[in-house]
């Protein structure tokens, strides 16, 4: 261990050390309010406020309410506490701009979940605004401690051999069963709206956009016409985001603007859009706008069937000439299969992008019409209702299926490896989080020394020893 190492575990002992000669369980002003350290990690105190901020978030995305999740809430609080003081010695941080667009996204998901800026500003009993204060330095901990965790499972890998082992490893009677997996293509076609039809919806986003230039309040009009869920509560306003979170004709657009510059309408996937850019920072964007989606019409539903059925037909009769892979990539207007010559992925093994997906994670109608398929049948077009609640029609195409069974090393090796390395990555957290436990001061409050979940966190005393 190097001396720049050691001093810094010291100076983080002592100054625990001297957190501890105060009884952890005292009041703390804070502002107008008393707070109570629960907890010290080192240098680092965590406060009975940091919990209740967690435990809110937690009510808030529609838990229901469970006091014993404040337990866990502390042992997440202590986990990252013991990664973040690591990453300090390790000089790994996060820039402050990727820490606004996280709590800005947060902020985002909350609102929507508790039905608007008004009603979670009442029930977190503060503004959006102080909440943000309240959030941002725990955010950071949060991100520099994510970074801090994938340091050390980084350069993990495991050999065939490391996967036989692992395999051989478990018991004949404990082995994973496989659900039934199909191989699935399909073929959509989307009801698109023609020029006139669309027009009807560029022309209300452009006299919206001329009301906003003639001086009427762009949040007010964002609240009430806007049709994009998530900002339409907040006045339009996306927060900061990079080049990475928009599509590429919204990010061409806000990125090519000035601050307090107004954009022409232009269209998306989602619909008609214009934008304002209210600030530049660096490679990030803040940006409101308003969005107006189209309403597919039957018309387009007709003609997206007529459609299908001609590609059908076609494939069917020449079916040596067109195989499904090429007409999907040439028909298919679903961006996510028809570069992947139309075959779904299973979205639960999104790194190996395995084609193979067990029948109960498939959506039930496909799974209801792959059930009476043979293995390379083509069926004929059907109407399907998607979550969002569009409508298209898709031609599905049933590839391979693999029967339910127990694992097998020929037949199962990638899901094995993955199981070998999720295995391997636990067993070398957990060993490092032994190790810097011993080396660390750490005391937790009475009342939470006896939570099962904490107990790795603290000996029959409440205290670590102090190794210096």
Known sequence: MNKLFLSLIASITLSAASYAQ??????????????????????SPILLSDIELSYANFLVQGNQPDPAVKSRILQTLLTQKLLAQQAAIDSIDVKDD???????????????????????????????????DEIRPD?????????????????????????????????????????KEVEVGEIVFQPKLNKEEKGVYRAKAEDLR??????????????????????????????????????????????????????????????FHFLQVIERRGEQVHVRHILISPVITQASLDRARVKADSIYQLMTAHRKDLDFSAAASYYSDEKDTKYNGGMLLNSEDVQS????????????????????????????????????????????????VINAHKASLDQDFAKLKEYALADKTNKTVSKWFDKRRK??????????????????????????????
């Open 353 to 400: 992008r395995s084609t193979y997906i067990p029948t109960d994670k498939l959506d039930p109608k496909v799974a209801l019409m792959v059930d009476t398929m043979k293995t390379g049948e083509i069926a004929r077009p059907e109407l399907f209702t998607g979550a969002d609640g569009k409508k298209s029609y898709k031609i599905l195409y049933l590839k391979s």
């Open 98 to 132: 990727e820490v606004d667009a996280n709590v800005d996204r947060r902020m985002r998901e909350m609102m929507q979940r508790a039905g608007g800026q008004d009603k979670l500003e009442a029930f977190l009993g503060r503004t959006v605004i102080q909440y943000k």
């Open 22 to 43: 105060e009884d952890t369980t005292k009041a703390v002003k804070t502002g107008k309010t008393l707070d109570k350290i629960v907890a010290v990690v080192g240098n």
């Open 139 to 179: 955010l950071r901990e949060q991100m520099v401690a994510q970074k801090m965790q994938q340091k050390i499972t980084e350069k993990l890998n495991v050999t065939p051999q490391e996967v036989r082992n692992y395999f051989n490893a478990i018991p004949k009677d404990s082995l994973p069963s496989f659900n």
């Open 210 to 271: 001329q009301r906003v230039k003639k001086g009427e309040d762009f949040a007010t009009l964002a609240r009430l016409y806007s049709q994009d869920p998530g900002s339409a509560p907040e006045g339009g306003d996306l927060g900061f985001a990079d080049r990475t979170i928009f599509v590429k004709e919204f990010t061409a657009t806000a990125f090519r603007l000035k601050a307090g510059e107004l954009s022409p309408v232009f269209e998306t996937d989602f619909g």
């Open 439 to 468: 080396e660390t001061f750490i005391k937790l409050a009475p009342e939470y020394q006896g939570f099962a979940v904490l107990q790795k966190w603290t000996n029959a005393s409440g205290e670590n020893p102090v190794r210096r």
